[in-house]
C-alpha cells in the first residue's frame, strides 16, 4: 500500500472539498485503503504524481472514479422507513390538498443507485392509485456519481437490496432480472423517475421550485459550513409549505436553518 505526505494529502482533501463538498480531512486512512490499489492500477508510483495529475488534468472519468472510490453508495428499498411513513401520511394529503394544478414536484437530492426515488415512486402510486394518471408525479433523482446513475437506470437489485419491502410489493413492483435473485423494477415505476447529474456545490436552477426534497445521508460528508450553504439553496428552491428530509444519522443547526424543525430529520418552509 501507498503513503500519502501531509503536503499531498492537504492538496488533495482540499481540492475535493473545493470542488465537490465532501470534507475528508480526517479521512487520511481512508483516502490511503481506497485510493492506493487505484493509483498503482493507473500507472503512478505515488500519491504526489496521481494528485498532480487530477489537479492539473481533471479529467472527468478520473474524478468519476476517485469519488467513487471515496463515497459509500450503500443504500436499499424502503431505507429508514419513518420518513416514507410521514410522506404517505401527512405530506401527501397536504400536496392533494393545495395543489390544485395536480403537478408534483419532488427531489431526490443524491440518489446512489435508485432505491430512494423508485420508493417514492411505488408510494406514490400506493396513494394515489387508479387516479395516479391524473397527476404528473415525476421524480427528480440526481446524483454527482455516473456509475450510481448508471446503476439506478439499469434497476437491478439483489435480495438484500428488497429486504423491507413486504412481499406484495415485491410481486406488484418488481421482476425477475437476468441473474439469479436479481429483480429489476417494473416500467410503470421505473418511467416515473427523471435521472440527471448534478453537482451539489452547483446553483439550484430547475425550472420548478421543490414541494419535497429528499437529502438523506449525503450530508454526512459535507462540514457545517457546506451543509449549511447547501440547505440555503435548498430552501430557496423549495415551494412554501415545503419539506426537506435528512438522513437520521446527519443533524442541522436549528439556529442557523431557515426551515423550521419539525421532528428528527424533518424541516419544513413556513
Known amino acids: 500500500m501507498l503513503t500519502i505526505n501531509d503536503k499531498d494529502f492537504e492538496r488533495l482533501y482540499k481540492f475535493i472539498h473545493q470542488n465537490y463538498g465532501i470534507d475528508l480531512s480526517k479521512k487520511r486512512q481512508l483516502i490511503v485503503g481506497r485510493l492506493s490499489n487505484t493509483i498503482l492500477s493507473m500507472g503512478f508510483g505515488s500519491f504526489q504524481e496521481y494528485v498532480d495529475h487530477l489537479i492539473k488534468n481533471k479529467k472527468p472519468e478520473d474524478l468519476e472514479l476517485m469519488l467513487n472510490k471515496l463515497t459509500t453508495n450503500y443504500t436499499f428499498f424502503m431505507r429508514e422507513g419513518a420518513h416514507f411513513e410521514y410522506f404517505t401520511n401527512t405530506i401527501l394529503p397536504w400536496l392533494v390538498e393545495t395543489k390544485k394544478d395536480k403537478v408534483l414536484s419532488i427531489w431526490s437530492a443524491g440518489c446512489s443507485s435508485g432505491e ?3 420508493t417514492i415512486s411505488m408510494l406514490l402510486k400506493e396513494f394515489f ?9 415525476r421524480v427528480l433523482a ?19 437490496s428488497l429486504k423491507e419491502l413486504t412481499p406484495a410489493w415485491k410481486k406488484k413492483y418488481f421482476t425477475p432480472a437476468g441473474e439469479p435473485g436479481t429483480y429489476t423494477v417494473t416500467p410503470e415505476i421505473k418511467s416515473n423517475v427523471i435521472f440527471r447529474t448534478f453537482n451539489l456545490m452547483d446553483p439550484i436552477k430547475f425550472r420548478l421550485k421543490f414541494d419535497v ?16 450553504a447547501l440547505v440555503n439553496r435548498f430552501y430557496n428552491a423549495t415551494n412554501p409549505g415545503g419539506y426537506l428530509l435528512i ?13 423550521q424543525y419539525l421532528m428528527p430529520a424533518t424541516y419544513r418552509k413556513v
Open 247 to 259: 438522513g437520521h444519522s446527519e443533524n442541522l443547526s436549528k439556529t442557523a436553518t431557515p426551515y
Open 142 to 160: 440526481t446524483d454527482i456519481s455516473q456509475n450510481a446513475l448508471h446503476a439506478a437506470t439499469n434497476a437491478v437489485y439483489d435480495e438484500d
Open 116 to 118: 430512494e426515488p423508485y
Open 129 to 137: 392509485g387508479a387516479k395516479a394518471s391524473m397527476w404528473d408525479t
Open 213 to 228: 426534497i429528499f437529502c438523506r445521508n449525503v450530508m454526512i460528508y459535507f462540514d457545517q459550513a457546506t451543509k449549511e
